[in-house]
C-alpha cells in the first residue's frame, strides 16, 4: 500500500496541541476517578450487595477483563477511525455505567454496570496517547506520556478522598450518579476541541478488514511490542492493585485508622505524580536504558513488600507509607512500554501497538485482585468482619508469581528487541544509544515532516 504524503497544517508542541492535550487529559482524569472508585467503596459495596470478598474482587477482575480484553480492538478502531470520536464513546460509556452502578440493587446488575464502564474506560488512555504522539515533538513526547499518567492519577485522589467523603454525607446513589454526570460535561470541550492529527493525509488508516489479521500478526510480532507488553506488566499492576481495591483494607488490617488510610491512597497518587518527570526525563535522555530503569524499579517494590510482609507483628506506621510510596512509582515505570511501542512502529500502527502494549498491566492487576479475594474467601470464608493481618499478609503474597514472571520475560524481550533492531536496521541501536527514539527503518517515517517532528 503506498504511503500518503503528509502535509502539516497546523504546529506540533505549541499552543493548539497543549489545548487538545488538556481536553484529552480531562477525560482520562474522570476515566481514573471512575476506574478506581471502588477503591474506598469497597466495603460499603460489600454490604450493600450482601456478597463475599471474590465477589467484591468481581467488580474489579471484570471492569479490568473488560478493560484489558477491549484493547486490540480498540487499538484497531483507533487507528481507523482517529482517537476524537473513540474519546466520545469512552466518556458516553463511562457516564452510563456509572449512572447505572448508582442505582444498581443487585450483584449482577452492579457487575453489568461495571462491564459498561469498563469498555468506556478502555477507549480513552490509548487514544490520548495517540494525539500525545502526533501533536509533539520527538524530546517532548516522553515528558507529555509521563505528565499525562502523573496527572492523570489526580483522578484516584478524587476517588480516595471527596468520593469517601461524598460516600458518607450523601449516600451512594447521589455520589455516583453525580459523578457519572461529570462525563456529558466534559464531552462538549472534546467536542470543539479535539483534533486528530496536525497532518493531513495522516488522521486515520483505512484498514481493510482482509488485512487486519496480518497487520495485527506483524505488530504482535515485533518483540518490541512485547518488551513493552512486559514492562506494563510488570511495573503497573502492584499499585493498580493497591488503589483500586485491596490496598486500603490492607492497611487497615496493618493498624492503620480508615481515615489515614485514605490520606496514604493520596499519597500515592502525589508519589506517582513527583516520579512521572524523574522518569520521563531518564527516558529520554538514555532510551537504551529504558527498560533497565524498569527492572530496578519493580525490584525496589518487590523488596519492600517483602520487609513488610516478613515484619513481625503490625507493620510500623511509617513502614506502610513507605511501601505505598515505593508501590506508586510503578505507575511511571509502566510508561516507558507505551515510549518503546513508539519507538518500534510508525505512527499508523500505533494505536494497535499501544492497544497490546496496555494489555499487560491491566491483565496482570486483574489476576491478582481475583487471586487475592481467592486467597481471602478461603483463609477467612465468614467475609470482611473474619479477616486478619495474617490472612491479608498471605493473599497480597500473591504478587511476587507476577513480578517474578515479568521480570524473567522483560530480560527475554529485551534481548529480542535488540536483535529485532540490528536485524531490521543497522544504524538503529546506535541512533538508540546516542538518544534517539523514532528510528531510521523502524518508527521513522521518510517524509517531509520527519525532521520537524
Do not use: C
Request: aromatic share 10%; proline share 4%; net charge positive.
Amino acid at each position: 500500500m503506498t504511503r500518503p504524503v503528509l502535509r502539516q497544517v497546523h504546529n506540533i508542541g505549541r499552543r493548539r496541541a497543549w489545548a487538545i492535550w488538556a481536553v484529552g487529559l480531562s477525560v482520562y482524569v474522570l476515566a481514573v476517578f471512575h476506574r478506581t472508585s471502588l477503591g474506598v467503596a469497597g466495603l460499603l459495596a460489600a454490604e450493600r450487595f450482601h456478597i463475599s470478598a471474590a465477589q467484591l474482587s468481581t467488580f474489579t477482575v471484570v471492569q479490568l477483563a473488560v478493560y484489558a480484553g477491549m484493547q486490540v480492538p480498540v487499538g484497531v478502531l483507533l487507528d481507523r477511525f482517529g482517537s476524537k470520536r473513540l474519546m466520545l464513546g469512552g466518556l458516553l460509556l463511562m457516564s452510563g455505567g456509572q449512572l447505572w452502578f448508582a442505582v444498581a440493587g443487585s450483584f449482577p446488575v452492579g457487575v453489568a454496570a461495571r462491564v459498561m464502564l469498563g469498555a468506556g474506560d478502555a477507549m480513552v488512555f490509548t487514544s490520548l496517547l495517540r494525539l500525545v504522539a502526533v501533536w509533539f515533538r520527538v524530546k517532548q513526547a516522553p515528558f507529555v506520556t509521563q505528565l499525562t499518567g502523573m496527572i492523570g492519577q489526580l483522578g484516584a485522589v478524587v476517588a480516595a478522598t471527596p468520593l469517601a467523603a461524598a460516600l458518607a454525607t450523601f449516600g451512594w446513589t447521589r455520589s455516583f450518579a453525580t459523578a457519572g454526570g461529570l462525563g456529558l460535561v466534559l464531552s462538549v470541550g472534546l467536542l470543539v476541541v479535539v483534533k486528530d492529527s496536525p497532518y493531513r493525509g495522516e488522521s486515520v488508516e483505512r484498514i481493510k478488514v482482509r488485512a487486519l489479521a496480518r497487520t495485527l500478526a506483524e505488530v504482535w510480532g515485533n518483540p518490541g511490542t512485547r518488551l513493552g507488553l512486559w514492562v506494563h506488566f510488570t511495573s503497573q499492576f502492584g499499585a493498580t492493585v493497591f488503589t483500586m481495591l485491596w490496598g486500603y483494607p490492607f492497611l487497615v488490617s496493618e493498624g492503620m485508622a480508615p481515615a489515614t488510610a485514605s490520606v496514604v491512597l493520596v499519597v500515592m497518587t502525589l508519589t506517582a505524580m513527583a516520579a512521572g518527570p524523574v522518569v520521563a526525563a531518564f527516558t529520554a535522555r538514555l532510551p537504551y536504558r529504558r527498560s533497565q530503569l524498569v527492572l530496578g524499579i519493580v525490584a525496589v517494590i518487590a523488596t519492600t513488600w517483602a520487609v513488610v510482609l516478613l515484619w513481625p507483628g503490625p507493620a510500623p506506621s511509617w513502614l506502610l507509607v513507605v511501601l505505598a510510596v515505593v508501590t506508586a512509582v510503578g505507575g511511571p515505570g509502566s510508561m516507558v512500554g507505551f515510549d518503546l511501542a513508539r519507538t518500534f512502529h510508525p505512527s499508523s500502527r500505533l494505536g494497535r501497538a499501544t492497544g497490546v502494549v496496555n494489555i499487560g498491566g491491566f491483565t496482570a492487576s486483574l489476576l491478582t485482585i481475583a487471586l487475592i479475594g481467592v486467597v481471602l474467601d478461603h483463609l477467612a470464608p465468614g467475609g470482611p468482619q473474619d479477616y486478619t493481618r495474617d490472612d491479608f499478609r498471605l493473599a497480597m503474597s500473591v504478587q511476587f508469581v507476577f513480578w517474578g514472571l515479568g521480570a524473567v520475560q522483560l530480560v527475554r524481550y529485551r534481548r529480542k528487541g535488540l536483535a529485532h533492531l540490528e536485524a531490521v536496521s543497522p544504524s538503529a541501536v546506535e541512533a538508540l544509544r546516542a538518544g534517539d527514539t523514532l528510528l531510521p527503518g523502524i518508527s521513522r517515517e521518510h517524509d517531509e515532516t520527519t525532521e520537524d517532528r
